[in-house]
């Protein structure tokens, strides 16, 4: 029989690895990363930013499959917000994306809302609360682009509430979830983003956890984020500041939310996701081993 806590899958992504962009400088290779990710037993990857890693599928499978890696989900960032004039520019994206995530085997396509300021000047780029036309309009989308994905690709879109975008806080994430269709919006539960806006994770999961099909595993640093707040930073001098923490050193705890995830005995992943760029090259490869050996410790 199967139990409760076999059903969570522990992976990790190229954001535990300094990996933000499909090419920088300052990020490690590709190949290190997959090397590594292995090295500190991890089973499962996310594709990360769209080019990071290879996009011809042969290729990528057969890199994954050397170091017995399988893909959970591939990521598209989204400004839906903005209703169907910005349909036809966002579909090209997610297109290219949902080809690979689906070649690669995984499920799921984890939808990252837009920034309403810049992550990295603090430009301000629109009002940081919506409409109630845009509220529609992002529902709408958001299902739109759920039914599109799921017949053309059979990929599941979880949608993941993010710092500096609209989809944030327990009252907007309970309002997006509230206005869109069980059915076809899932959503990705980012433990660290969701305290970084003031949400207990715990408390989500037991309110929708139907509506959970997907988990980021991740913590922030209270203090520092107790400045980030003071200091109104954005959110890539926060991360740049060390706001995400390698556990267990932060909030939220990670047992109560894996046992709560548990609870709801369905299948899940559970990503682990270290924000840390940028950063030194020689960083992520001990933060990751000890991490996959606290989650151990939590049995998962």
């Known amino acids: 029989m199967t139990t409760a806590k076999t059903r969570i899958r522990i992976g990790s992504a190229p954001d535990s690895w300094g990996v933000w962009f499909p090419d ?3 990020q490690v290779p590709w190949s290190r990363f997959l090397d590594e990710v292995a090295g500190a037993g991890y089973g499962w990857i996310e594709l990360g930013p769209y080019g990071y890693l290879p996009t011809d599928p042969a290729r990528l499978a057969d890199e994954t ?6 893909v959970s989900a591939g990521t598209v960032f989204t400004g839906l917000h903005h209703g169907p004039a910005v349909w036809d520019t ?8 949902a080809e690979l995530t689906r070649a690669t085997g995984a499920g ?7 920034f309403w300021r810049d992550d990295k000047t603090g430009e301000v780029l629109e009002s940081s609360t919506l409409s109630a036309a845009q509220w529609r309009d992002l529902a709408a989308q958001t299902e739109r682009l759920a039914r599109e994905v799921r017949e053309r690709y059979g990929l599941r879109i979880v949608v993941h509430p993010h710092a500096d975008t609209h989809i944030d806080s327990e009252e907007n994430v309970a309002r997006f979830l509230d206005a869109t269709d069980p059915d076809l919006v899932s959503l990705c539960l980012d433990t ?15 309110t929708y956890g139907e509506r959970i099909g997907y988990l980021h595993l991740k913590q922030v640093d209270p203090d520092i984020l107790a400045q980030v707040h003071a200091e109104e930073l954005p ?10 923490c390698e556990p267990p050193a932060g909030v939220p705890a990670l047992e109560p939310v894996l046992a709560a995830a548990q609870a709801l005995d369905v299948d899940l992943f559970a990503i682990v996701e270290q924000d840390m760029y940028p950063c030194d090259p020689d960083r992520p490869l001990p933060i990751a081993t000890r991490t996959r050996a606290f989650l151990r410790s939590c049995g998962a």
Do not use: Q
Request: glycine share 10%; charged share 20%.
């Open 235 to 244: 959110f890539g001098p926060a991360v740049a500041r060390g706001v995400m």
């Open 65 to 70: 499959a050397r170091r017995n890696l399988r």
């Open 192 to 206: 660290g983003h969701y305290a970084y806006c003031g949400g207990d994770s715990v408390k989500l999961i037991e």
């Open 24 to 26: 920088d400088p300052r």
């Open 108 to 114: 799921h396509l984890v939808v990252i809302p837009a």
């Open 90 to 97: 966002t579909w090209e994206h997610v297109a290219d994306v």
